[in-house]
């Protein structure tokens, strides 16, 4: 550790050399001094430390002015003060100019040196202070954007990306534990070569394995220097500076009711980064910055985790719902599911977007969901239904969405598919008579879909369809009932044998 008020004097003569080492050591100073420019360049290179550099301006080998020049590079925190005779007046004016924060006149007194550096210790702990709440700031900013990410797979891009930028690193990862806690996988990372990347870490092995077994930091400044380190990982010899922080997960009790079964891994993630830029060190400061992070970090996974583990309970919750439903009536049973196959297998054939092809899911596993408000007479009625329980059965998209759109995470395409699934691209369709442009292309889908399950299962009032016929009604309907490009679509399917009921009708098992 370098003490709090290191001070550097650097002057050709010896006599000025020992004087502001007695005045300053009797202030309680650490003082060090030197003879010249370049071995107090190398004082400041190697040692580091120093907040004050007192020179003197003229000097043989390289003069003060150069010195405060090059100290800027290697030490841009050192706050250097000249030392100069009237003589040179001018000269110490112009060491002002190119960055020195003060001059002081020899022959000085003893309260002429006190006072500049009472002065410049009180512009480090200023600027020190700036520096930290710029910091601070930047730390706050990061954490707020991390809270608003909901997404597990942007979340810890965004972290890795926020950790490089801060600490001014080229290369680094986020591996995530899997879930039996036993390895370490890559969700995300920057200048990390592929194969590297695809593999998967253990637990107490490696660098970051080191860090998620013994959940600790791991700051390395130069591994040259650590044969221990060294040991444990070869590949870093290219990247002989670099930090890996663990993300610690913090179990509530409130989290121990919500998870009660099975016991979580203690660490959610490693984040490492190494490569700083113009091959510089990390130091502690980095250390800090990232543990911050890597905080802020491991409570956001967690949410995003939660609310995800909720969702799918929540979701669970409707789909058995909708299965109960089906199970009263041994014609529909299992319909809700295979319009979902159904409506996968053609979404993927007419080249939809995964992101389409996941809401047509859901939507398609919820779609009559509404039918829990249409009585159970009406539903299993054999025979034919009067005109005032069509009306009931037609009321099943609206009450389906009215039950679904409080459902937070279910999303104006997923609703849509709910209350649209009767429409048709002539407008003749129910509830709402869309017709063309108002149809998304994924109701399209799950009209042609839902039709399908019910021309092939059959219902109370009729008999299933052969395939002849399913594909006669396909193209009669194209461009009335269904959009044409689907209903070709299923067509080629039903021709091709790929439409294959999944799970049969009870009423046929
Ligand atoms: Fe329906």
Request: hydrophobic share 45%; with cysteine.
């Amino acid at each position: 550790m370098v003490s709090a008020g290191k001070i550097l004097v650097v002057d050709d003569e010896a006599v000025i050399r020992d004087l502001m080492t007695d005045i300053l050591a009797g202030e309680g100073f650490a003082v060090e001094t030197c003879a010249s420019g370049p071995a107090a360049l190398h004082l400041l290179n190697d040692e580091g430390g120093f907040i004050l550099l007192f020179t003197d301006i003229m000097m043989p080998e390289m003069d003060g002015i150069e010195l405060i020049r090059e100290a800027r590079k290697v030490a841009p925190s050192v706050i250097p003060i000249v030392m100069t005779g009237y003589a040179t007046l001018e000269t110490a004016r112009a060491a002002v100019k190119e960055g020195a924060y003060d001059y002081v006149l020899k022959p000085f007194s003893l309260s002429e040196i006190k006072l500049a550096v009472s002065n410049a210790f009180e512009r480090h702990r200023l600027s020190n202070e700036v520096a930290r709440l710029r910091e601070i700031t930047q730390l706050f900013n990061i954490s707020e954007a991390i809270a608003r990410i909901h997404d597990e797979e942007r979340l810890v891009n965004f972290v890795l990306r926020a950790a490089l930028e801060r600490v001014g690193a080229e290369r680094g990862s986020l591996m995530l534990t899997t879930p039996d806690g036993q390895g370490l996988e890559i969700a995300a990372s920057v200048g990390v070569p592929e194969d590297a990347a695809k593999t998967v870490v253990k637990v107490g092995t490696g660098i970051s394995g080191w860090v998620a077994q013994n959940i600790k930091p791991l700051l390395v400044e130069d591994i040259q220097k650590i044969p221990e380190v060294a040991e444990i990982s070869r590949r870093l010899e290219r990247d002989p500076s670099f930090i890996s922080v663990p993300l610690e997960r913090k179990p509530s009790s409130q989290e121990h009711e919500l998870r009660a079964v099975g016991e979580q891994p203690r660490v959610l993630a490693v984040l490492n980064v190494s490569r700083k830029k113009e091959g510089g060190q990390f130091t502690e400061g980095d250390l800090k910055t990232l543990s911050i992070v890597a905080n802020h970090a491991a409570v956001a996974i967690e949410n995003v985790r939660l609310i995800n583990d909720l969702e799918q309970a929540h979701l669970a919750t409707l789909q058995s719902m909708a299965l109960l439903l089906e199970a009263k009536d041994p014609y529909t049973h299992g319909h809700s599911q295979r319009v979902r196959d159904y409506s996968v297998i053609a979404a993927r054939r007419l080249g939809m977007s995964d992101r389409d092809i996941e809401t047509l899911r859901l939507g398609a596993a919820l779609h009559d969901i509404g039918k829990i408000g249409v009585k159970d007479a009406v539903l299993n009625k054999e025979g034919p239904l009067t005109p005032e329980e069509w009306e009931m059965i037609k009321r099943h998209p609206v009450i389906g969405y009215d039950v679904l759109v409080p459902v937070q995470f279910l999303t104006p395409e997923h609703l849509a598919l709910v209350r649209s699934h009767h429409e048709r691209v002539d407008g003749k369709g129910y509830p709402d008579g869309l017709q063309g442009d108002q149809l998304s292309p994924l109701v399209r889908v799950i009209a042609v879909a839902d039709a399908y399950d019910a021309m092939s299962s059959g219902r109370a009032y009729r008999k299933v369809m052969p395939n002849e016929r399913i594909v006669g009604e396909l193209k009669r309907c194209s461009g009335s009932q269904f959009d044409p490009k689907v209903a070709q679509t299923f067509v080629a399917l039903v021709e091709a044998g790929q439409l294959r009921r999944s799970l049969p009708a009870a009423a046929a098992v």
